[in-house]
């Protein structure tokens, strides 16, 4: 009986879990194909979207915080070519598993940059210091039991979001740290580092910012210190008991001031 329980179970989560990775990216408009680990085929060289070992696009939890695996996912290591951008321009993101963003997945959507400090092609995931450059959270009561969250937007544009990169930033390579946060089991979480709770969606890709910009980032911090798990933004109350989250407040430091000048794309 047990052996039979785990078989089903096995069989099962590959539907019940599979979840989402970025598939596409345009920088500036130019397209480049993301990183699929599910199946995990060769390692496609000619994408900014860095190699994980996330079969399934799986999600990380609150005990995973601290952990290396929410810097820019499970087996996250650097791609080998960074997407050219000019300060001020936009990175456009698709996710897709393949599928839309299930819809029951509501959260936050959130980007956070990071200097290489050189070539990003072989940058150290736990030397990457992060500032937010964007965020979303709740929008409105409408739609859903659970209200308009950004991940609905979100499905809304073709599974996808734009992210303006920062006007003015100083010319470099830099780490675009994309994620959505699902809410929808967060209340199942026990506090810091639960097994359960909130879903993480880290994905990372190279960038290479050109222009004669100025502006440095500082004050940065490592990812794995971007979150503690019972921040009221992810250890949250039962998120389909309302549609009404207008106090909710998104999780992570405050937008880099920086970037606050640049965030007529992604407020
Ligand atoms: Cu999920």
Known sequence: MLSIILLVSTAIVPFTFAHSHIDEIWANGVHYAGWDPNPAGP???????????????????????????????????????????????????????????????????LSYLAPCN??????????????????????????YDEGYWASDELRDDDNSWNIKIPTGLKAGEYILRHEIIALHVAHEGTGAYSPKG?????QCINLKVTGTGTKTITGGKSAKGLYVGNEPGIQIGNL???????????????????????????S
């Open 43 to 109: 390692y496609n060289a000619q994408t900014p979207g860095w190699f994980t070992t996330n079969q399934g696009g799986n999600p990380l939890y609150p005990i995973d915080l601290n952990q290396n695996q929410i810097i820019c996912a499970k087996g996250g290591s650097p791609a080998n070519i960074s997407a050219p951008i000019p300060a001020g321009g936009v990175v456009r993101v698709k996710w897709w598993q393949p599928g839309e963003w299930p819809v029951s997945h509501h959260g936050p959507v």
């Open 118 to 143: 050189g070539p990003c092609s072989n940058v150290n995931p736990t030397s990457l210091r992060f500032v937010k450059i964007g965020h979303k959270g709740w929008i409105n009561p409408s739609t």
């Open 198 to 202: 909130a879903e993480f969606y880290p």
């Open 240 to 266: 389909h008991q309302t549609s009404d989250h207008a106090d909710y407040v998104i999780p992570g430091p405050a937008v880099w001031s920086g970037a606050l000048t640049a965030r007529s794309v992604e």
